[in-house]
């Protein structure tokens, strides 16, 4: 990755100044690499990696007015990288990407090195609850009375679903960011494995924020000028017993609340992908399939259609984010109740992250799933210096949410938000 970064933590309109960027660079520049058949198939062939918070809604809706409380964690982000290793699961192949421009032998060199080390180290090896503090849960009865506040709005017009969330969260009395960051990512993506996983490292002033996330939905994804959104909507625990387990998984499919609420959403979903895609292109290319992944099922359908000629990146995550399965139905009303009722800025959780090529074509998630490791930097100690006498000095949270309709049963809403997070609590329950 080089130098080249674009950070927004203001009120500054990032993807209009991404569009922009995006756009110069295209029409001053060559090819990112040669059309061999091998970089054709490559997902990523140089461009950008890219982090939105789940604020950076506000700027897309200038209206919209959200909660922004985490000063270490930006609003927007992108940095363009250059050169990158690709791991192909399927082939079990590793390949090196580099533009034009570059010493292709040294870029490479440098980046096998890197992960020699990693490889090398013992990082990975470490238990978590050799470092962290006893978890703290958001209050089950505030969870229970938001329930029925939603309940309260949908009944008088505002909404019709709302999906809301709890906090979990830990600190830590040592700092060894890196290593507690890599421990977290192995064990995670053990404990939960998911189709878009990643991991984000951001340091600003010395002071660092590590996204570690295990996703398993697709935000949005663009190739050869097709726009692709995967919504899940809808879900059942896991359990132990084939049998039971089976029951669930037929349970959650045949549920008229479960089918109701999924097509509300991939209606949703259809009339965004219909602010960038030519009329009557977007169509429903799969609907209501299950998916099983460690812990919970979940009904997943696919919406595709053919984006408008010269349409930008900027266009196209304008349209679509946040996910409307992570706010609910309509997106800026439950987006507003979702700030009164939570309290809380979401900051990575629900936002996304992924990559965005030079051609436009680009694969972003939704961060569920996903913890947020971050340094208490000194300003913090000073103004609680009660609460922190034990000085801890890096804290752990992610948050899990439940979509809310009419006839939501409070205490299965609060079931739900734990079955979603049983992948990240078995994480911080794993030991060597």
């Not at 890219?50 to 007015?65: D, H, T």
């Not at 995550?317 to 309290?343: D, H, N, S, W, Y």
């Amino acid at each position: 990755c080089s130098n080249e970064k674009l950070n927004i933590n203001s009120d500054d309109l990032f993807l209009d100044a991404f569009d922009q960027l995006f756009l110069s660079e295209n029409s001053h520049t060559s090819a990112v690499i040669n059309s061999s058949s091998a970089a054709h198939e490559l997902p990523f062939t140089g461009g950008w990696f890219v982090f939105f918070a789940y604020e950076l809604a506000q700027q897309i809706e200038p209206g919209l007015k959200l909660i922004c409380e985490n000063q270490l964690l930006p609003v927007a982000y992108a940095a363009r990288v250059k050169q990158a290793l690709i791991f192909d699961h399927k082939q079990d192949k590793l390949f090196f990407l580099s533009e034009a421009g570059i010493d292709h032998a040294s870029a490479c060199h440098s980046l096998l090195h890197d992960v020699q080390l990693i490889s090398e180290s013992d990082i990975v090896k470490k238990s978590v609850p050799d470092w962290m503090s006893a978890l703290e849960e958001d209050d089950d009865l505030t969870f229970l009375s938001s329930v029925q506040r939603v309940r309260d709005y949908i009944i008088e017009g505002d909404v019709f679903q709302v999906n809301l969330s709890r906090q979990w969260k830990t600190f830590s009395k040592n700092k060894n960011h890196v290593d507690h960051a890599c421990s977290l990512a192995q064990i995670l993506n053990h404990e939960n494995p998911a189709p878009f996983s990643g991991l984000a490292s951001f340091d600003f002033d010395g002071s660092r924020s590590t996204i570690i996330s295990s996703s398993p939905e697709r935000l949005l994804k663009v190739k050869d000028n097709k726009l692709e959104s995967r919504p899940i909507a809808g879900t059942r625990p896991r359990s132990k017993s084939h049998i039971e387990d089976m029951r669930l998984l037929d349970e959650l499919h045949a549920h008229p609340k479960e089918q109701a609420e999924h097509i509300m959403l991939i209606d949703l979903i259809r009339n965004d992908l219909g602010r960038v895609c030519i009329p009557g292109s977007v169509v429903v290319d799969e609907l209501m399939s299950n998916e099983t992944y460690a812990h919970v099922h979940h009904i997943v359908s696919n919406v595709i259609g053919k984006l408008y000629a010269d349409t930008t990146p900027g266009d196209v995550i304008k349209a679509i984010f946040p996910g409307g399965t992570i706010t609910g139905c309509p997106k800026v009303r439950c987006m507003e109740i979702i700030a009164e009722l939570e309290q809380q800025s979401r900051g990575a959780y629900t936002g996304s992250m992924g990559y965005i090529n030079r051609d436009g074509s680009m694969d972003l998630n939704i961060l569920i799933r996903t913890m947020l490791l971050e340094d208490i930097n000194e300003e913090l100690h000073k103004q609680t210096s009660e609460q922190f006498e034990q000085r801890y000095i890096e804290k752990l949270s992610f948050r899990a949410g439940s979509g809310l309709v009419f006839d939501s049963i409070a205490k299965k809403e609060l079931q739900e938000t734990r079955a979603k997070a049983k992948g990240l609590l078995r994480t911080l329950q794993s030991t060597d």
